[in-house]
T-cell receptor, first 113, second 111 residues
Framework: DGGITQSPKYLFRKEGQNVTLSCEQN?????MYWYRQDPGQGLRLIYY???????QKGDIAEGYSVSREKKESFPLTVTSAQKNPTAFYLC????????????FGPGTRLTVL | GIQVEQSPPDLILQEGANSTLRCNFS?????LQWFHQNPWGQLINLFY???GTKQNGRLSATTVATERYSLLYISSSQTTDSGVYFC?????????????FGQGTELSVKP
């Protein structure tokens, strides 16, 4: 089955702890993205990567970090510097370049206690 | 940056009714997508439609890029159509494919 997987589905962490969210795709897409969704809101871009070993900050990158060591994987770390980390996190991928449709994973709900 | 506005914010329909959802954007765009977010949070791709008209079953969409708006039509609505509908646009060139999302239209279809 081709698609995008995210794990875990639900994640609970204590305040002050770093946590890493997984995103894997087997669509052979070059570009990958991380978005954050707060209740009743649209999605906002955290980080994106168009090619392995390269990534750029999105609109709300503060308190987050990413890596892109493999084409299939784009993990997101929510650090203790992120002031309001409780949210729904969605990963997406697309063929790199212009005019390409993005596809989304099922998301991870992070709750920081 | 580009602004994306969706209307109405909420919509309640009786099963079988038709509806039109609107997405306005403030600048020219390269890409426009419509998504349906189901109750479990999954974003389902409905249309990739930077311009023109497309149809898929009971759903159709039209984007008039020169006038900076897109419309999503839902005909003969079913309870499974309930959820939040998002419009998202990609602005300009060399933006890395970033999508800017509207706030969504929350649709509730009653049996």
């Amino acid at each position: 089955d081709g698609g995008i997987t995210q794990s875990p589905k639900y994640l609970f962490r204590k305040e002050g702890q770093n946590v890493t969210l997984s995103c894997e795709q087997n669509l052979n897409h070059d570009a990958m993205y991380w978005y954050r969704q707060d209740p009743g809101q649209g999605l906002r871009l955290i980080y994106y990567s168009q090619i392995v070993n390269d990534f750029q900050k999105g609109d709300i990158a503060e308190g987050y970090s990413v890596s892109r060591e493999k084409k299939e994987s784009f993990p997101l770390t929510v650090t203790s510097a992120q002031k309001n980390p409780t949210a729904f996190y969605l990963c997406a991928s697309s063929i790199a370049g212009l005019l390409n449709e993005q596809f989304f994973g099922p998301g991870t709900r992070l709750t920081v206690l | 940056g580009i602004q994306v506005e969706q209307s109405p914010p909420d919509l309640i329909l009786q099963e079988g009714a038709n509806s039109t959802l609107r997405c306005n954007f403030s600048d020219s765009v390269n890409n426009l997508q419509w998504f349906h977010q189901n109750p479990w949070g999954q974003l389902i791709n409905l249309f990739y439609i930077p311009s023109g008209t497309k149809q898929n079953g009971r759903l159709s969409a039209t984007t008039v890029a020169t006038e900076r708006y897109s419309l999503l039509y839902i005909s003969s609505s079913q309870t499974t159509d309930s959820g939040v509908y998002f419009c998202a646009v990609e602005e300009g060139y060399n933006q890395g494919g970033k999508l800017i999302f509207g706030q969504g239209t929350e649709l509730s279809v009653k049996p």
